[in-house]
């Protein structure tokens, strides 16, 4: 059986970093293998689903490049791919179920349910549905539709248990007894999860389902209705949850990060760094690497790598790698990646003047939020000084050094960061003064700031009159020589 996998969220929101990690397993999984990538839409939560949400779904998808195979925009032979274009399916299944009685149809009301649910719990007995409407005859049936009572349609739980042998657990056993009957359709006609689930993976030939533990309750019943249908059931991975600090599960109303790729993808995280990232929160490469690249994971991914407990998600740690990645792009990717947070005089820029600040840089970005700020200095006429700028400024020597060094560049040919350098060893010979004393000065009066590029490659990219007449302005502001 060829490899065939999927990742099907629910359009009811955004990406959820661990939805992104489980696309990404998935994907590197067929790719290994040579299979396919199935996506598909789970969007029977009509009050909740919208194609807002889907857009952006499948638009994070794209930005991490996690293409798929088939699906609700490209098609395929297993189409079509939203579960709410396949409601006659679930429902042709659920009859062909009910016909060779192995589920049967339910009139109890929600009222009802309750109720015998709560007597369950308070006789300390698990609240199963109690097979109520199990033996029911055809007239009792007709009877009850004819009052106009809701009608779902329930599965007959077999008396015995359940075995699975999950790819990254072991062998997980469900003891008989852990379910009631079941409902597989709502009294609405729309199908629950598990069996919506078990109908779509079989028809599109699902040969490995990859997903988080917490689908691990699910599989009982799922394994159950595909013995009853007569499939073949897939081979199940679940992989472990992404924690907070405190060990919770990770969600919006509880987390102490960011959630969403959305929001990552927002405060200017590359998608290689998130991946790199998720993809070890779960995973060990079976070496002591801290960077997985996509390549890296082609070649060593496995499910048998894959640990049992869950992994806690650290935001800081995700910044040291997304700032890994920054620090060691060429100038076309950062281009890329930076578009959108370059301030509006970068965007006018040609490229290979863009290419090189950006290149310049990039050893000071932890994300691409800080390209407007580190851009700064390189983009426009007036400087603003910070306040460690301003004291560096005020400090011993440093008019005297901006003099100095400004009459030592003003005829300077060629203008080039190695001869900018000599000139400032020189500078400082002829003064006696080195190190801090002569750098941060320097810097202070070319970019306002005491931190970022060396100081050759902060006068190549300024050029000539920039630093001369930010030198001279230091000197001026502070009564210096000219």
């Known amino acids: 059986m060829p490899v065939r996998v999927r990742f099907a969220p629910s359009p009811t929101g955004w990406l959820h970093v661990g939805g992104a990690r489980t696309a990404y397993f998935n994907w590197l999984f067929a790719r ?25 779904v499948l638009d994070d998808l794209r930005w991490l490049g ?5 699906g ?10 939203r579960q709410s274009e396949r409601l006659s399916l679930y429902r042709d299944r659920a009859a062909h179920l009910v016909g060779q009685g192995a589920a049967y149809p ?13 007597a369950a719990l308070a006789a300390g007995r698990p609240p199963h549905y109690d097979g109520r409407c199990r033996g029911l005859s055809a007239a009792e049936c007709h009877a009850r539709r004819a009052e106009g009572r809701p009608e779902s349609v329930r599965f007959i739980v077999p008396a015995q248990g359940q075995r699975l042998d999950d790819l990254v657990r072991g062998e997980v056993a469900f003891p008989a007894g852990m379910v009631g009957d079941f409902v597989l359709l709502r009294s609405n006609g729309l199908p629950t999860y598990n069996f919506a689930c078990v109908v779509d993976d079989a028809g599109m030939r699902i040969s490995h389902v990859i997903r988080a533990e917490e689908h691990l309750s699910n599989t009982a019943r799922q394994l159950m209705l595909y013995q009853a249908l007569g499939e073949p059931a897939p081979h199940f991975a679940h992989v472990p949850l992404i924690l907070n600090a405190d060990r919770t599960k990770m969600s919006k109303r509880t987390g102490e990060a960011a959630v969403a790729v959305g929001d990552w993808r927002r405060a200017g995280f590359v998608p290689e760094a998130l991946l790199s990232y998720l993809a070890l929160l779960g995973f060990h490469p079976g070496d002591d690497r801290e960077i997985l690249t996509r390549e890296d994971l082609l070649a060593c991914f496995s499910l048998d790598r894959v640990g049992k407990s869950g992994s806690v998600f650290d935001p800081d740690k995700l910044r040291w790698v ?24 970068a965007r006018s820029l040609a490229p290979a003047a863009l290419g090189a600040l950006l290149e310049g840089v990039r050893g000071n970005l932890t994300t691409l939020a800080d390209l407007p700020g580190e851009l700064a200095p390189f983009l426009s006429e007036t400087l603003a000084w910070e306040p460690d700028a301003e004291a560096a400024l005020a400090a011993g020597r440093a008019v005297e050094v901006c003099a100095a060094l400004a009459a030592a560049l003003a005829d300077l040919a060629p203008w ?32 306002g700031r005491t931190h970022g590029p060396e100081l050759p490659l902060v006068a190549e990219l300024l050029g000539r009159d920039r630093c ?15």
């Open 32 to 56: 290994q293998h040579e299979g396919a990538l199935v996506l598909r839409i789970e969007d029977t939560d009509v009050a909740r689903s919208s194609a807002e949400s889907e857009d952006g």
């Open 66 to 70: 996690l293409g798929w195979d088939e």
């Open 72 to 81: 609700p925009d490209l098609g395929g032979p297993c189409g079509p791919y």
């Open 106 to 118: 339910c009139f109890c009301t929600d009222a009802e349910l309750e109720e015998r649910r709560r």
């Open 322 to 345: 997304n700032a890994h990645y920054l620090h060691h792009a060429g100038r076309e990717r950062l281009a890329t990646w930076g578009a959108p947070f370059l301030p509006d005089p």
């Open 416 to 447: 080039s960061g190695e001869q900018v350098k000599s000139a400032l060893q020189s500078v400082g010979r002829a003064l006696g003064v080195k190190g801090r004393d002569l750098f941060q000065p320097v810097r202070a009066a070319w970019t």
């Open 468 to 482: 001369l007449a930010r030198l001279r302005a230091v000197a001026l502001r502070n009564g210096g020589a000219r």
